[in-house]
């Protein structure tokens, strides 16, 4: 072992006695049907961080070296072990809140309505086109410090509150921000197609042109995104408009992820399976027809955001269809102001086996390395591998694994490390 003998020169953390550790793997790929539900444990485990990565892990009775001779030592006794929650698909960067359409809502006016009478996504493309970029930046950092207390190792951002050029180039210059300001990993998504603005209600193909021919271009001299995405919608985005925008964005190696049959099936799938998207994400409203071509898809990940369905009550996510087909899926939790104010990560996966019958092995999988598949990080995150990040997960006393999901609401977070520094 590397840092055998040199203890003292090299910041070594050890956690020792750990209850059980979760998600083991020497090696990794992306886990379908039978798989999913295969969750690599080793009970009564050690774990030993060096630098900022995981050095090697095993049976408490094949650690060979005395705890006292550690830097960093935690006695793990009746704890659980787990990678960080990979979360990839979130709107974290906005401005304000929207809890007066809560009201609304509560009263039985419908997403689809308040959207359409200019109010949803456009009430937050107003708040945040008024608001500069440090108070963005600053309101966007309070929530991902909270989502890392939260168990949230490695994130995907997304614009999509701007809708004019310099909207869309704050956001994404708040997301590198966060991006330079913290250790957690971060995924970047430049999302211009995420509503028509109201001044380009009567036209537009004029809005596609601008998004095309002055955001894209701007944003790919500045390298401001990894990722491209489109709602994909009725009363939004048409599939051939989603087409024109990701074939766009393919010229400055923007791959697609992108919003699908969240409230209607209109041919998205099939167009963001043949875009070769990364992932395709909501999956509310899927025909048998849709299940299928997602199943047949080789690389494409369809993601789950149960939290978007509980709180705009829809159906949730046909979850088991969609293992049980041969979809490889990944859970996330939409952080957004419309339709899932929350990242909690914790009761994604909580719901994920509440609502949707996800045994709790496949929860985790989903919102750990199939997650990170989703956001091409598997190789550096989402599992308990040497050389991975050390991106963990201590949970306080529990009885079982499953107690997790189980006792839904409980913060049973002791604490995290991002890469490996224990988060005050
Ligand atoms: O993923 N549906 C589209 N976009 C977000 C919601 C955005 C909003 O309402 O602010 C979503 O649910
Ligand atoms: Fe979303």
Known sequence: MKFFGRLAAVMATLISNIKQLVNVRSSWSLLRRAELAKLPCINNAYLIVEGETIASYGKMEELKFNPSTFQDHLDATGK??????????????????????????????????????????????????????????????????????????????????????????????????????????????????????????????????????????????EGLADYIDVFCESGFFSPKQMEQVCLAGRRYGLKPKLHVNQLNSIGGIQKGIELDAVSLDHLETMTDEDVQALAGSPNTIGTLLPTAAFFLRMDY???????????????????????????????????????????????????????????????????????????????????????????????????VMLSGEWVS
């Open 80 to 221: 659980l072990v787990l990678p960080s929650w990979c979360d990839s698909h979130t709107h974290l960067v906005f401005a304000g809140s929207r809890e007066h359409e809560f009201r609304d809502k509560i009263q039985g006016v419908s997403y689809a309505d308040i959207a359409a009478k200019g109010g949803g996504i456009l009430n937050s493309v107003k708040k945040l086109n008024d608001t500069s970029e440090d108070e963005l930046f600053n309101q966007s950092y309070k929530r991902l410090e909270e989502v890392i207390r939260l168990g949230t190792g490695a994130i995907e951002i997304k614009s999509g509150y701007g809708l004019t050029i310099e909207g869309e180039i704050k956001m994404l210059r708040v997301i590198k921000r966060l991006k330079a300001t913290s250790k957690i990993s971060i995924k970047a998504t430049f999302l211009g197609a995420h509503a028509f603005p109201a001044e380009y209600k009567a036209d537009h193909d004029a809005y596609i042109d601008l998004i095309i021919n002055k955001m894209l271009p701007q944003i790919g001299a």
């Open 317 to 415: 996510q046909p979850a088991r269809k969609l293992i049980d087909a041969g979809c490889a899926i990944a859970l996330a939790s939409d952080f957004n102001p419309g339709s899932s104010p929350s990242g909690n990560m914790n009761f994604v996966a909580a719901l994920s086996c509440i609502q949707m019958r996800m045994l709790p092995e496949e929860a985790i999988n989903a919102a750990t390395i199939n997650g990170a598949y989703a956001m091409e990080l598997q190789d550096e995150i989402g599992s308990i591998s040497i050389g991975k990040k050390a991106n963990l997960i201590v949970t306080k006393e529990v009885p079982s694994l499953t107690f997790l999901p189980y006792s839904f609401g409980s913060n049973l977070i002791e604490r």
